[in-house]
């Protein structure tokens, strides 16, 4: 069932948007009865929070072995996600005050985003190279990204989630590395 809620609740907020997301169109949409859906959920906030939460860890770009390209990757995998149709809402409705503990999913959020850069941080560091902090890299490359998408600042594409990346690694003026 929730399977299918859940592609319900995708196909939806493509369709009509997020806002429109009501919990009988969902029920409607998957064949499922509205009273398993609301008793499972109870609003469609707490639904699309949901959806969200299991966006995120689906999918995840593969490491190449090289810093920048892997800091690159996972940057331009974080903007396609929140740039894709109800990346955005879903991303808003994780961390909407009215789903649970508005700090709940706002930590939440920054502990699947920020497990998402550290892997490539990590493994690097395993290879012995210099690396940046984890605040720095969410600083630089990940608040801007988020930043940029939710206000739909135009200009942000990949070319510009690469730039990011490219300026963490030659803003410290460690040479070789480019980190400090």
């Known amino acids: ?33 509205p009273s398993s859906v ?35 990757r996972v ?13 955005v809402a879903f991303f808003r409705a994780e961390v909407a005050p009215d789903v649970d503990d508005r700090r709940a999913g706002l930590r939440a959020c920054l502990r699947r985003v920020s497990a998402r850069f550290q892997a490539p941080l990590d493994a ?4 012995g190279e210099v690396v940046p902090s984890l605040e720095r890299v969410l600083d630089r490359v990940v608040a801007p990204l ?6 739909s600042v135009p200009g942000t594409d990949e070319r510009f989630a690469r730039g990011l990346v490219a300026e963490l690694f030659g803003a410290s003026g460690v040479e070789g590395s480019g980190l400090g």
């Open 124 to 127: 690097a560091a395993r290879r």
């Open 75 to 87: 940057a331009v995998w974080t903007l396609s996600d929140l740039s894709r149709p109800g990346g």
């Open 1 to 33: 069932m929730r399977t299918a809620v859940h592609q319900a609740v995708v196909d939806l907020v493509q369709d009509v948007g997020a806002d429109k997301v009501t919990i009988p169109a969902v029920a409607r949409r998957a064949g499922v009865n």
């Open 146 to 151: 988020y930043f940029r998408v939710v206000f």
């Open 38 to 72: 609301y008793r499972r959920w109870g609003t469609a906030a707490a639904l699309l929070a949901d959806v969200a939460t299991r966006r995120q860890g689906e999918e995840t770009p593969e490491l190449l072995g090289d810093l920048r390209r892997d800091l690159e």
